[in-house]
């Protein structure tokens, strides 16, 4: 009999601290996810807070840029020199253009002795004030230098399409109205502490001032192209070769009349067709030799 009462004694005993370890251990998950709930509520204050100013601060700069973008919209794109002055518009568009394409011959086994092409970031001086000789900033560690060491023979291609002109005239990069040149000759490292040198570093660090700081082991140099060939096509009728002569001194006068009464326009200015008479050429012969 006292045996069976101990037991019973002894059961709800343990009954009862099982119900209390049972009570503890909801408590401490209540806790635990109380807890966890509070590290999430902060997380989330921290991600969804930013002080007043540091949302005004971003405004005012998302408003800023917005003007910037309207004004460069607003702003018309500028003209080029008319189709009849072909080394103008050389000089035009190789004053316009940020990047040119590069072609060399390639020095890389898997295609070595094919035309290969790069783009690389010149300038020839100040937006409107060039001087018609492009500039380039190059690394031996980049396949184009490479392919110059071997040889240094290279064609550049530049091109209206960069810019806003051709934009506003609907005119596909390809249409022959949206002018580009094809320059030729050979590129020439510019010699350490000469004059053109620092010519060089200035009118391009104004134009890609974002590469003014490039790592000293990519041993970055200047180079430039010394003109043997220039080809304009900046119209319907095939391209126009320009002396190298006429294009670092261009002719400044306008016949811009006398052209349009020598091609009359088939068709509207906008229109991708458009053609002009077949007339020779007498305001622009081809001229082979340069």
């Known amino acids: 009999m006292i045996w069976r009462f101990a037991i019973l004694v002894a059961l709800s005993i343990l009954t009862v601290e099982a119900k209390k370890y049972s009570q503890k251990w909801e408590e401490q998950e209540q806790w635990q996810e109380f807890e966890e709930f509070l590290k999430w509520k902060k997380m989330r204050e921290l991600r969804e807070y ?3 100013e540091m949302k005004y601060e971003k405004q005012r700069y998302e408003i800023r840029d917005m003007e910037k ?19 103008l518009m050389a000089r035009f568009i190789v004053n ?33 004030n060039g001087s018609g000789v492009p500039y ?18 290279v064609t550049l291609l530049m091109t209206l399409a960069q810019g806003e002109y051709c934009k506003s005239k ?25 004059a053109e040198l620092d010519l060089a570093k200035k009118v391009f660090f104004d134009r ?15 180079a ?13 009728g095939g391209p126009k070769y320009v002396t190298v002569r006429d294009y670092l001194h261009p002719p400044v006068d306008n016949v811009t009349a006398e052209f349009i009464r020598l091609f ?3 068709f509207d200015e906008n229109d991708s067709r458009q053609k002009y008479a077949p007339v020779s050429n007498m305001l622009n012969p081809v001229v082979r030799t340069v």
């Open 50 to 52: 930013q002080p007043q």
């Open 69 to 87: 973008i309207s004004e460069r919209d607003q702003q018309p794109p500028v003209v080029p020199p008319p189709v009849d002055r072909a080394a």
């Open 96 to 128: 316009q253009a940020d990047w040119v394409s590069v072609a060399t011959i390639s020095t890389r086994k898997d295609i070595e002795s094919y035309p290969t092409v790069n783009l690389i970031s010149y300038s020839d001086g100040l937006l409107g």
């Open 136 to 153: 380039l900033y190059l690394t031996p560690l980049d396949y184009t230098a490479q392919d110059l060491a071997r040889d240094n023979r």
């Open 170 to 194: 609907q005119w596909d990069p390809m249409d022959p109205r949206c002018a580009r040149v094809l320059l030729s000759g050979k590129m020439k490292p510019l010699k350490n502490e000469s």
């Open 208 to 222: 890609h001032p974002k590469l003014a700081n490039m790592p000293p082991d990519h041993h970055f140099y200047f």
């Open 224 to 236: 430039k192209l010394k003109i043997s060939t220039i080809a304009v096509l900046d119209t319907f």
């Open 264 to 266: 009359p326009v088939e």
